[in-house]
């Protein structure tokens, strides 16, 4: 069955500080792959997405992420956080008649 | 069961037709949020339930769209008149507090075509 994994639960990072967030899709076939934010009392919003062509994807505030198909990864990256960063995380991942979602990743950054 | 479910995972109507789709939360979990994603889009907000109320309704597209909660349990979002750009994936996820922060679980959506 497709699964999304999200193997980083909890991360907590200083301000400037780089950050990495992982995840990883079990689907053999064309995916679309997503990353959404949920801040603390609103809606999730979408932060990127790739559907095709250069897998180095940039969206908002700063936020880009690589697709590897060879590793089934869509790993989430920011050169330097800042304080409203702080937020929950989650990967997406689009198959035929699926969206399936990540457990997600809280990361609270601090001044 | 452990997750949220929806049913139908899948479905196919043709354009005026009405359509019921339901959520099944995790038990416990008084915050129920109704998403959907179009092709080639983001999620879109369309309606949040606390408990069997609705404070935010904002997201709901048109007056064709509703969507009722009983119990704080099963939720149906309900489209009359089915239109053909209202052919998405029906995203729920229900939510409870812990520690001050709220976790999100999703199901695993419902497509609607609409021919």
């Known amino acids: 069955a497709q699964s999304v994994s999200q193997h980083n639960h909890h991360v907590i990072l200083s301000e400037a500080a780089s950050l990495e967030l992982g995840c990883n899709y079990s689907?053999?076939?064309?995916?679309?792959l997503f990353w959404y934010v949920q801040y603390p009392g609103q809606h999730l919003q979408l932060l990127l997405k790739y559907f095709s062509g250069d897998p180095l994807v940039k969206g908002i505030k700063g936020f880009e992420a690589e697709f590897i198909k060879s590793k089934f990864s869509f790993n989430l990256r920011k050169p330097s956080v800042q304080w409203s960063d702080t937020a929950e995380y989650f990967c997406a991942v689009n198959a035929p008649y699926k969206l399936i979602f990540g457990t997600g990743t809280r990361l609270q950054v601090f001044p | 069961g452990a997750g949220v479910s929806q049913s139908p995972s899948n479905k196919v109507t043709e354009k005026g037709k009405d359509v019921e789709l339901r959520c099944d939360p995790i038990?416990?979990?008084?915050?129920l949020y109704w998403y959907r994603q179009r092709l080639g889009q983001g999620l879109e907000f369309l309606i949040y339930?606390?408990?069997?109320?609705?404070?935010?309704k904002s997201g709901l597209p048109s007056d064709r769209f509703s969507a009722e909660r009983t119990g704080e349990s099963v939720s149906t979002l309900t489209i009359q008149r089915t239109q053909q750009e209202d052919s998405a994936v029906y995203l729920c996820?229900?939510?409870?507090?812990?520690?001050?922060?709220?976790?999100?679980?999703f199901g695993s959506g419902t497509q609607l075509s609409v021919l």
């Open positions: 339930f606390q408990g069997n109320s609705a404070p935010d």
């Open positions: 038990s416990g979990h008084t915050a």
């Open positions: 689907y053999g076939g064309t995916v679309n």
């Open positions: 996820a229900s939510s409870h507090r812990t520690g001050g922060r709220e976790k999100l679980f």
